[in-house]
């Protein structure tokens, strides 16, 4: 593994996850928790075992999610966590 590179996550755990933090995002509307879960569907939609609508939906949905951070606060482009 490289340094920046995080280990890989079950994708039931990842799910989960994504499920948990949507639900907290919801109460909180924190911007902190939104880049978390634009974080966290990257690497959805890059797991090897996610089926590929899984992967295109996770993607797709990132894009939403990092929209509506300020620019500042955005994943670089072409930049990945996973």
Do not use: C, F, Q
């Not at 990842?14 to 690497?43: N, P, Q």
Request: no cysteine; aromatic share 4%; proline share 6%.
């Amino acid at each position: 593994m490289r340094k920046n590179e995080l280990p890989e996550t079950r994708l039931e755990v990842l799910v989960g996850t994504l499920i948990y933090m949507m639900t907290v995002y919801h109460r909180s509307r924190r911007r902190d928790v939104a880049l978390s879960i634009a974080a966290h569907l990257d690497r959805l939609a890059h797991h090897p075992d996610a089926d590929d609508t899984v992967r295109r939906v996770a993607d797709g949905m990132r894009s939403e999610w990092e929209r509506s951070l300020p620019p500042a606060e955005r994943m670089p482009e072409g930049a990945s966590v996973h």
